[in-house]
């Protein structure tokens, strides 16, 4: 099936600190989404991006979609405490079988030393 | 309630157990979804129903049987597992599946199973 890499597996940072995770693919997808899921709880989506190319921010939280369709950046700035999570790309497709589906990186555990 | 609701959030099972997982979605959306979360491995899709309808089923074990009564609820029915499928399962639901765009998958909290 289809694989995403997702980098990096974790990352220790101090609050304050900016910090970058990327996924990429050698499939292309239609739409790229990033979700982060808290310990205990499922994933919660953050940012949805549908054009190649697009780069689209949500609070402190900026994404964007790569130009060949096979990768996509998660930027956090100015990271605080309640960032810590583990944050997941999804890569959504049609799969074949009339329906689009996600496929799902392995994430990345942030932790955020105050 | 909003969003998407699971019960119970924990179970212990036997092997020999029955169980059911349930899922119950407020957001008005067709589609709901299956997934099993384990450690260090990404989502694994289990199950798809749109319109409760079965549309996908990757070649999941057929000790998981899934059930979609109407657009809100998904259940899923659990017999003779091994300790291997403890894990996470989650559910979440989507506007529909059909659509490309705006199409985005909201998830429960959870049941974390253990079998024993």
């Known amino acids: 099936g289809q694989q995403l890499n997702q980098s990096p597996q974790s990352m220790f940072i101090q609050e304050g600190e900016d910090v970058s995770m990327n996924c990429t693919s050698s499939?292309?997808?239609?739409?790229w989404l990033w979700y982060k899921q808290d310990p205990g709880e499922g994933p919660v989506l953050l940012i949805a991006?549908?054009?190649?190319?697009e780069l689209t921010s949500n609070g402190r939280l900026t994404a964007q979609f790569g130009i060949t369709r096979k990768d996509s950046f998660l930027n956090i700035s100015a990271s605080i405490p309640s960032d810590v999570g583990i944050y997941f790309c999804?890569?959504?497709?049609?799969?074949?079988?009339?329906?689009?589906?996600?496929?799902f990186g392995k994430g990345t555990k942030l932790s955020v030393i105050p | 309630e909003t969003g998407v609701t699971q019960t119970p959030r924990h179970l212990v099972m036997g092997m020999t157990n029955k169980k059911s997982l349930k899922c119950e979605q407020h957001l008005g959306h067709n589609a709901m979804y299956w997934y099993k979360q384990s450690a260090k491995k990404p989502l694994e899709l289990m199950f798809v129903?749109?319109?409760?309808?079965?549309?996908e089923n990757n070649s999941v074990p057929s000790r998981f049987s899934p059930e979609c009564p109407n657009s809100s609820h998904l259940f899923l029915h659990l017999h003779t597992l091994q300790p291997e499928d403890s894990a996470l399962y989650l559910c979440a639901s989507s506007q529909d599946q059909w659509r490309e765009i705006y199409n985005e998958q909201f998830f429960g909290p959870g049941t974390r199973l253990t079998v024993l």
């Open positions: 499939s292309i997808f239609n739409t």
């Open positions: 999804a890569g959504q497709q049609y799969s074949g079988a009339g329906s689009y589906q996600l496929t």
């Open positions: 991006l549908y054009k190649a190319g």
């Open positions: 129903y749109s319109l409760e309808e079965r549309v």
